[in-house]
């Protein structure tokens, strides 16, 4: 648990417009402490800043006292509530080997899972509704195997993930680009509180941080710092996803990618990371042998396993498919076959299109 | 053009049962023909061969005198009509660096393919209908690029493929498991006429030679072992497909892979391709690419180009969307995106799927 003064030095440290985290570092590692850079005696500061840095390190914004006070309100609201400061014991371990740590972070939940291995779990705010269902599928999967998954609390691919998180055994981890006062989008308000109960939602920004776009691809930093690996769902060409994946390469960790259609543009951005090295997964097993993490027994994979199902719904593709090609693949009469996909299509398992085309519709 | 002795002496040196093609290769290496071979004398037979294989040598197969007289009348038939020996000018160079070069090549049309830069394009015989449309448009892009594209007349990929060659101004090579007085798939009696006199027809199976399942492993041998680079457009795992791409690699060349939905049975193969190495192509300019091949300005890419297209057709999906989806994706007002997309229902270019979904249908 931080001191109050502990708590107001660090704030002033990072609410001082003109030094930014890299200058801050590199005081910390002269002086030890923020309240150590405080004391120290100007000449000392002199060596390692410019006049113009040193002389806004000496006053305070006015702003400062008000936040200090919000944020000492804050952690007293509730057990859960936490700031770790860089040096602190549950300070990520992942995150120091990193290019550029958070100095201070805020999280409400399991501050455990700060320490814990995890897998973030990324994509499109616009993804197709298979995309949405591998995202969840996916994040299950991790979670029987104990891992934990990171993500983002965006629309989309990111909310899929952290649920599909929950549904499992493990748990998850929600790093946000707003102070933890506030919840972006309004749209996920229920699903940051059950993250902020059986999971952790984890920011840097001080409280009363408004979402703002800059911030975004700093927090996608966290997010493959925390993990040991970055997967891709779905992801068009230039995308916050596929920032995050560099990231995560910068960082040494590995990235994962499910592949798609080639028409489709929400799979671009995957296609684009396997062509440049990023793994090509079709199930969770291929992240968990990549990571060496083993699968517990009769865990779902997160992908069909069409050995196991139904022969139709098995030879049925991801593309829609006529009744003959169908026949000549499973080699059942067509009479027979049509009364089958006809049952399938009541249980919602299979769509048929126009010009009698089938096509198979794939949930968890 | 053969002579009727040298057919007759290659014809007797492959019909001979007790000798495979390794054995054969290397008594052509010791005596430096067919002819030479049978006139050497036993004592230096012996030196090469078991007592067993030396008698056989002595003794020509009983119908041998027919199917010399059968391949003559054959050759007679037609100009087009070859029978191309190993160390002929018109043997494909190709083949000679691959570990298992055929003796005898008997080819009908264009004999100058054997040796123009080529790419495969093999896969599932029971394709799903995007899988033979990408194999076409992949292959009349290749067309377009001045590659000729070989394969092996099967149904489904390989016939889009060699239909998709003959529709751009390039051309195409069928190499069959049979003799090239049958043509297997019966189906596909049609395409391989058109291939005879516009493209290639290749066997290295002597005339009257059956479907014999054992012959097109082997068959694929030569498919890769002709081409660049090999692409896997659909294959599930455990597929003929897969054994032509690990020849490919085998033989040095370059394989490619079109990935789909991880639910597809028929993407799975070449998920495993792309898993062990192979290069994910979305779009016929990575093959050329890598090949060093230039595209024409102008010639079809063989995947979609979302920004010169339909806003509303880039933006769906290959899966099944919602309108709000869309709307939110493209940030049109629901009225307006429905009212285009009843227009592009009506164009075939999308379907509606129960549940007020849409997917988009991706033709040629």
């Not at 705010?125 to 269902?133: H, I």
């Not at 990023?278 to 199930?283: E, F, H, T």
Request: charged share 20%.
């Amino acid at each position: 648990m931080i001191e109050r003064d502990d708590l107001a030095a660090w704030l002033r440290l990072l609410e001082t417009p003109a030094i930014g985290r890299e200058t801050a570092r590199r005081l910390l590692a002269a002086f030890g402490s923020p309240h150590a850079i405080f004391d120290a005696p100007p000449v000392a500061l002199k060596e390692l800043l410019t006049a113009e840095k040193a002389s806004a390190l000496r006053s305070p914004p006015p702003s400062l006292d008000a936040l200090i006070e919000a944020t000492w309100q804050w952690l007293a609201a509730g057990e859960q509530r936490h700031v770790v400061a860089l040096g602190d014991p549950a300070y990520p371990r992942a995150l120091l080997e990193t290019a550029d740590p958070p100095l201070l972070i805020h999280a409400i939940g399991r501050i455990a899972l700060l320490n814990v291995p995890s897998v973030a779990v990324v994509g499109s705010r616009n993804p197709t509704p298979q995309g949405a269902e591998n995202a969840r599928a996916f994040a299950t999967a991790l979670s029987h195997a104990g891992l934990t998954v990171v993500s983002g609390l965006a629309l989309g691919i990111d909310g899929s993930a952290h649920d599909g998180a929950l549904a499992g055994p493990g748990s998850t981890i929600a790093v946000v680009g707003t102070g933890l006062d506030r919840v972006y989008p309004k749209r996920h308000l229920k699903l940051a509180h059950r993250i902020a109960r059986d999971g952790l939602m984890v920011s840097e920004y001080a409280l009363g941080t408004p979402p703002l776009a800059a911030h975004f691809p700093l927090r996608n930093r966290l997010i493959a710092g925390l993990a040991r690996g970055t997967l891709v769902v779905e992801a068009a060409l230039e995308s916050g996803s596929l920032i995050t994946a560099r990231l995560a390469l910068e960082a040494g960790r590995e990235i994962f990618a499910i592949p798609g259609s080639i028409h489709a543009p929400q799979s671009r951005g995957c296609h684009a990371l396997i062509k440049q090295g990023a793994k090509l997964v079709d199930s969770a097993v291929d992240i968990l042998e990549e990571l060496r993490f083993d699968m517990p027994e009769g865990a779902p994979l997160a992908a069909s396993t069409p050995s196991k199902e139904d022969p139709v719904l098995a030879a049925l593709g991801h593309d829609p498919v006529t009744l003959d090609a169908l026949s000549a693949r499973i080699g059942w009469p067509p009479a027979e076959l049509s009364a089958r996909l006809l049952e399938l299509e009541l249980s919602g398992d299979v769509a048929r299109l126009p010009g009698q085309l089938f096509q198979r519709l794939v949930q968890a």
